[in-house]
């Protein structure tokens, strides 16, 4: 079983690691919090971890703004022009007041 140091560095490395326990992924998430100036983050690979995985790891985590900083700090930053973003989720979790963060450019799409 992997340990909450170990998975904050492969997450933070964009090394994508399953069947980890809520409570790890929790620690996890706290640790580089704390450790952020000290780590070294792939946001590539931190972009499609969340891409992948991010709904899994949402539901075990269950703390937005622990996540939303985890997020800020991992992955890749926008440079380009302005544009115009929708909120997007799905129908069961928008009706039970549950929002996250999925946005797209697309209105249809949200």
Same mark, same amino acid.
């Given at each position: 079983?992997?340990?909450?140091?170990?998975?904050?560095?492969?997450?933070?490395?964009?090394?994508?690691?399953?069947?980890?326990?809520?409570?790890?992924?929790?620690?996890?998430?706290?640790?580089i919090?704390?450790?952020?100036?000290?780590?070294?983050f792939?946001?590539?690979?931190?972009? %499609?971890?969340?891409?992948?995985?991010? #709904? =899994?790891?949402?539901?075990?985590? !269950?703390?937005?703004?622990?996540? /939303?900083?985890?997020?800020? %700090?991992?992955l890749?930053?926008?440079? #380009? =022009?302005?544009?115009?973003?929708? !909120?997007?989720?799905?129908?069961? /979790?928008?009706?039970?007041?549950?929002?996250?963060?999925?946005?797209?450019?697309?209105?249809?799409?949200?």
């Open positions: 079983m992997i340990d909450y140091q170990a998975l904050a560095n492969r997450f933070v490395a964009g090394i994508n690691t399953y069947d980890v326990d809520a409570k790890i992924w929790i620690s996890d998430f706290h640790y919090d704390q450790h952020s100036e000290e780590l070294i792939n946001h590539q690979g931190i972009h %499609l971890i969340w891409t992948v995985s991010g #709904g =899994h790891i949402r539901n075990k985590v !269950r703390n937005d703004e622990l996540i /939303l900083r985890i997020l800020r %700090l991992g890749p930053k926008y440079k #380009g =022009h302005g544009f115009t973003l929708y !909120r997007g989720e799905c129908k069961f /979790l928008y009706e039970d007041k549950k929002l996250g963060f999925c946005w797209t450019p697309v209105r249809e799409v949200a």
